[in-house]
């Protein structure tokens, strides 16, 4: 028996892939995104992760990362697509074996996802029998002479499922409900960001970050898409009075504004993942104390819709947290947290920041771990003093008397001065920009009369205990990365 040729062969597996992860799609916008067996299996991938690639992937691709991983995945896929389709030329069975076998991986991906519902598991079922019934039935059809048609019809009605999957699975009106929230007043407003707090002019970033330009690290491929109507947030653990909190009553509360930098821990030396914004919310020490904190509780163990979790130190929340609902003058955006999201000054984000947040459960590090911790990643985590050269650029070229300019953070310390040295040469204090809190970074800048020719110049920043952040260049994980920054920069 002679078989399908190689190129119908390939064509049948590639279409029945796409066919059964279309299938899987269009059910899971009915189910929860979060079940497409696509999605489920790239998040799958990114909870197993080991740290040491996740940075890579990070410092190689920045917040395209997930986009990478999406892509690294179509292919993989197809590659098994075209070797089923190959493997099964002259019966259909080895590739009708290798779709169980994916849809069986699409399975127990979603069962074992902590953000969806009982009936998910509909979607990678599916997605399963979509498969292998789209690859028997082209098998069938490329035996014929002309199996043209056959092909064209799979391939129009497996993308027109995967369309209408992503247009029913984004159907939720999250900028509706945004809109709807309306203005959001606080009771207690941030101080006003005075004249000379930062330096845009001569090369530094603005001091408030717009939420566009708010770095943004995520473990979901997907948002997680909630209106604020249908959201609410549980307090339970150990206090006395547990208690849920819906968006109407956290509004209706006095509202405090308080302007926070934020930083990742994958932020390397000079890395950009920092920013600073107005963010409008209620004290999660209020919470916590109307709800009775028990004694021995030494943990504030938030989770998110999408299931990630972290644990804060229970004493930095009590004295510094925010539920926050406003960002700059808004509802939060949709990729930042709406309808609420923590802030906590002096943290790292990984332990501090949760958005999407549902869930507040007052418990012990003994007990509980979040999301980074099993990964090794340090308990608490507080945030290291540090500065960065943001004028000139590496490898710049600048001409006559020289900027130097850049941003330090020293959260919740405060940075008391920052200095500069050229070519190994003494240390120079900067001028600083005007301080608006020990809660935000600070900008500093300084101009100097240097030769022609290559120059490094070195920055380090000293916070307002006296600490001098370490110059021993360390990678961000476990708790934090440290070292002077450098720059070389060419005087023309």
């Known amino acids: 028996m002679e078989g399908m040729k190689p190129a119908k062969a390939a064509l049948t597996g590639l279409l029945a892939l796409v066919a059964a992860l279309a299938a899987g799609h ?32 990070v410092t190689t691709f920045g917040t395209a990362d997930k986009l990478v991983l999406l892509l690294g995945m179509a292919l993989v896929l197809a590659g098994i697509a075209v070797g089923a389709g190959l493997a099964s030329r002259n019966s259909p069975a ?9 849809g069986f991986v699409g399975v127990i991906a979603v069962v074992t996802r902590p953000d969806v519902g009982q009936l998910a598991v509909l979607a990678p079922v599916v997605s399963t029998a979509a498969g292998v019934y789209v690859f028997r039935y082209l098998h069938r059809e490329a035996e014929e ?52 707090a930062d330096f845009a002019g001569d090369g530094t970033p603005s001091f408030i970050t717009s939420g566009k330009d708010f770095y943004r690290i995520d473990t979901a491929l997907s948002v997680p898409r909630i209106r604020a109507e249908e959201w609410a947030l549980r307090v339970h653990g150990m206090v006395e009075r547990p208690t849920v909190l819906t968006f109407e009553e956290i509004r209706s509360r006095d509202l405090v504004e308080e302007t926070v930098t934020l930083t990742c821990v994958s932020n390397e030396v000079g890395g950009p993942y920092i ?14 104390r109307e709800a009775g904190v028990k004694a021995g509780a030494d943990q504030l163990f938030s989770t998110s819709d999408d299931g990630f979790t972290a644990g804060s130190p229970l004493d930095y929340v009590l004295e ?11 509802p939060l955006p949709a990729e930042h947290g709406f309808p609420a ?32 911790i099993p990964r090794g990643w340090a308990t608490r985590a507080p945030i290291k003093a540090s500065s960065r050269i943001d004028r000139p650029k590496r490898m710049g070229k600048v001409q006559g008397k020289t ?10 310390k405060g940075v008391a001065k920052v200095e500069v040295r050229v070519d190994g040469g003494p240390w120079q ?20 009369d240097l030769s022609r020719g290559s120059h490094t110049a070195e920055c380090r920043a000293t916070d307002k205990s006296g600490q001098t952040q370490d110059q021993a260049r360390l990678d961000p994980v476990p708790d934090g990365a440290t070292g002077w920054h450098s720059v070389t920069f060419t005087v023309e």
């Open 26 to 57: 269009l059910v899971a916008a009915f189910v929860g995104l979060s079940a497409s067996p696509y999605l489920a299996v790239g998040n799958a991938f990114i909870d197993i992760t080991p740290s040491w690639l996740k940075d890579f992937a």
């Open 94 to 102: 080895p590739g009708t074996l290798v779709v169980v076998l994916l």
């Open 145 to 196: 002479s002309d199996s043209r048609r056959g092909f064209l019809i799979t391939a129009g009605l497996a993308v027109t499922a995967g369309v209408a999957g992503q247009l029913f699975g984004a159907r939720t009106d999250v900028e509706g409900s945004r809109q709807a929230v309306g203005d959001l007043t606080p009771k207690v407003k941030a101080p006003e960001i005075p004249l000379g």
């Open 275 to 288: 920013s600073t914004a107005n963010f409008v919310g209620i004290r999660i020490g209020d919470v916590l």
């Open 320 to 330: 510094r947290g925010l539920i926050a609902i406003g960002m700059n003058g808004e």
């Open 341 to 372: 999201r923590l802030v906590v000054p002096g943290l790292y984000g990984y332990v501090s920041a949760t958005k999407w947040v549902t869930d507040l459960n007052v418990t012990t590090f003994a007990k509980d771990q979040g999301y980074w």
């Open 403 to 412: 900027m130097i300019a850049g941003t330090a953070w020293a959260q919740p």
């Open 429 to 448: 204090e900067t001028v600083l920009g005007a301080d608006v809190s020990d809660t935000t970074w600070r900008m500093w800048k300084i101009e100097l």
